[in-house]
């Protein structure tokens, strides 16, 4: 295990609500991503947070936001939900280093919304 | 556009073959590239990182290996086993830390 948590594991929403997921980063670790994995598909990037400021985004409408507290646990929330945000959402958390940072990802929350 | 391809897209082989995976990227500036492991419904486990100096690392019987010239990198399994079957995802991150996915390749081991 990666000591990586996510919760909740399984989510069903309907179209329009708001959804928050939320991710525990290993021990020590000051980054964390976010990604979203549609079924089939490699994850795709969401956004970053490193010392709680966020610090890269993909291509994702601005509906898509995130949080990073001091402790480095992160948040995803989700507004107005749309049926193709139904995906694995997966976060990764490192230790930022130059020259590259191992990431470690949680076990994923997968979301439903009908 | 930065993209990262992989292939096959699946791939069958018996128990106790090897086989040998690709990833082809456009990224640019290139950091590094990593090769991750994912079980179905679990999330992506880091089999190797490289840099642009390396060109080969090992991990157990993974062994991955970096062309940073022709912007290519391989995944290869010997002696495949049946735990092995996964998908396995070529990951490729840019100056900015910008982290680009494939699509991944998806492994069956059959007995």
């Known amino acids: 295990e990666t000591g990586v948590t996510q919760s909740p594991t399984h989510l069903i929403k309907t179209r329009g609500q708001q959804v928050t997921l939320r991710c525990s980063s290993q021990s020590g670790h000051n980054t964390v991503s976010w990604y979203q994995q549609a079924l089939g598909q490699g994850p795709q990037f969401i956004f970053q947070y490193y010392r709680e400021e966020e610090n890269g985004r993909g291509n994702f409408p601005p509906r898509f936001s995130g949080l990073q507290f001091p402790n480095y646990s992160s948040e995803l929330n989700v507004n107005a939900l749309e049926l193709d945000d139904s995906a694995l959402y997966l976060c990764?958390?490192?230790?930022?280093?130059?020259?590259?940072?191992?990431?470690?990802f949680g076990p994923g929350t997968r979301l439903t919304v009908l | 556009k930065n993209q990262v391809e992989q292939s096959p897209q699946s791939l069958i082989i018996l128990e106790g073959k090897n086989c040998t995976l690709q990833?082809?990227?456009?990224?640019?500036?290139?950091?590094?590239l990593r090769w991750y492991k994912q079980d179905t419904g679990r999330g992506p486990v880091s089999l190797t990182i490289m840099t642009f100096s390396e060109n080969t690392k090992s991990n157990g019987r993974y062994t991955a290996t970096l062309d940073a010239d022709t912007k290519q990198s391989s995944l290869h399994i010997t002696a495949s086993q049946l735990s092995d079957s996964a998908s396995y995802i070529c990951?490729?991150?840019?100056?900015?830390?910008?982290?680009?996915f494939g699509a991944g390749t998806r492994l069956f081991v059959k007995a």
């Open positions: 990764a958390s490192s230790y930022r280093l130059a020259g590259g940072d191992t990431q470690y």
């Open positions: 990833c082809n990227y456009t990224v640019s500036p290139f950091s590094n």
């Open positions: 990951v490729v991150i840019d100056g900015g830390f910008k982290t680009i």
